[in-house]
C-alpha cells in the first residue's frame, strides 16, 4: 500500500484548505483511514479518523467542529476539509491507514503512511 498526501501550502488565519491522500497498491481495504500533523519542533499529533467501511470519523478536540474528514472508496481517496484555520494548525500533515479493528489515535497503531504536505497558516 502507498499513500500520497497533497494539497497543502500557505493560507491566512481563518481561510480553508482541503488535503487530499490518494491510496494504491493492492487491494485497498483498510479499517480506518487517519490524519496526522506535526508542528515545527514537536511530536506528531493526532487529527482524526474515518472508518473505511462505515465513514465514521472520530476528531481531536483541537479541531473538531472546524475539520472534517471524508473518503471516496471508489478512489481510493480520504480528504481533510480544514475550515477556520489558525497559525496554531501549522505542521506537516501526514495521512495513514490501519487494517486492524478499532480507531486508534497513536502513530505506532497505523501500518503506512503517506509522506507528508505542509501547511501553514499565517496571522
Known amino acids: 500500500v502507498q499513500l500520497q498526501a497533497s494539497g497543502g501550502g500557505l493560507v491566512q488565519a481563518g481561510g480553508s484548505l482541503v488535503l487530499s491522500c490518494a491510496a494504491s497498491g493492492r487491494t485497498f481495504s483498510p479499517y480506518a483511514m487517519a490524519w496526522f500533523r506535526q508542528p515545527p519542533g514537536k511530536e506528531r499529533r493526532y487529527v482524526g479518523t474515518i472508518s473505511w467501511s462505515a465513514g465514521t470519523t472520530f476528531y481531536a478536540d483541537s479541531v473538531k467542529g472546524r475539520f472534517t474528514i471524508s473518503r471516496d472508496k471508489a478512489k481510493n481517496m480520504v480528504y481533510l476539509r480544514m475550515d477556520s484555520l489558525r497559525p496554531e494548525d501549522t505542521a506537516v500533515y501526514s495521512c495513514?491507514?490501519?487494517?486492524?479493528?478499532?480507531?486508534?489515535?497513536?502513530?505506532?497503531?497505523?501500518?503506512?503512511w503517506g509522506q507528508g504536505t505542509q501547511v501553514t497558516v499565517s496571522s
Open positions: 495513514a491507514s490501519r487494517d486492524g479493528f478499532g480507531v486508534k489515535t497513536r502513530p505506532s497503531d497505523y501500518d503506512y
